[in-house]
């Protein structure tokens, strides 16, 4: 298999097409989970694996399934099954092994569930009629690209914890202005037209 694809769609999903900040997908745990870094790269190793596994489920049941028996239409609601059921796999490990990043992840642990970037990944693998690797490749760099969001922001949401924020802004009104600073400078990288894939 050529490899350039792959690397196209790897960079396109890490940077071009960044699910939060250039598709604006799954802000709920971007704002909510960004407070402390500990918790963001908790977060984003879980969104990573969900998204990566529910990829490979999500087209595995989208091609010899779903088309197989003509029901498309079918396509959201057994994404969204599958999806949970994943969650729900996640879940029960990081409460095993890791009780403080379960504790400190809360409630947005089970909104990886309805975290529309994941659904969002599923829907564009099979509406851009990737293979079934390319469509690995693009859910493993989606989940990359949502924690470099996401470490990024809780960095920058920690030091200015710190800063002399005006009062209306402290809090969330000063994080939406970051991410809109954020989504500028990372719209600096679709200018990289080599690039640029199909779901771009």
């Given at each position: ?5 792959l690397?196209?769609?790897?960079i ?5 097409n960044?699910?939060v900040?250039?598709?604006?997908l ?36 989208d091609?010899?399934?779903l ?80 924690t ?9 949401r920690?030091?200015l ?40």
């Open positions: 298999m050529d490899p350039i694809p690397v196209q769609i790897s396109a999903a890490i940077l071009i960044n699910f900040l250039a598709r604006f799954g802000l709920c745990p971007f704002f909510g989970v960004s407070k402390r870094l500990s918790s963001a790269i908790g977060m984003g190793m879980a969104v990573v694996f969900v998204m990566s596994v529910a990829s490979m489920f999500t087209w595995a049941i091609a010899f399934v088309q197989r028996f003509g029901v498309q239409y079918l396509q959201t609601i057994v994404f969204i099954l599958v999806i949970a059921s994943l969650v729900q796999l996640v879940e029960m490990t990081i409460q095993k092994f890791s009780p403080v990043l379960y504790e400190a992840l809360g409630i947005y642990l089970p909104l990886i569930t309805t975290n529309c970037a994941i659904l969002g990944v599923a829907k564009l693998n099979t509406g851009a009629g990737y293979s079934f690797v390319e469509s690995l490749v693009n859910g493993v760099t989606s989940g990359i690209g949502f470099l969001a996401l470490v990024l922001m809780s960095g920058i920690e030091r914890e710190l800063a002399n924020v005006p009062k209306p802004l402290r809090g969330l009104p000063i994080a939406f202005v970051t991410a809109g600073l954020m989504s500028i400078a990372f719209l600096g990288f679709a200018g990289l037209d080599f690039f640029r894939t199909s779901g771009g």
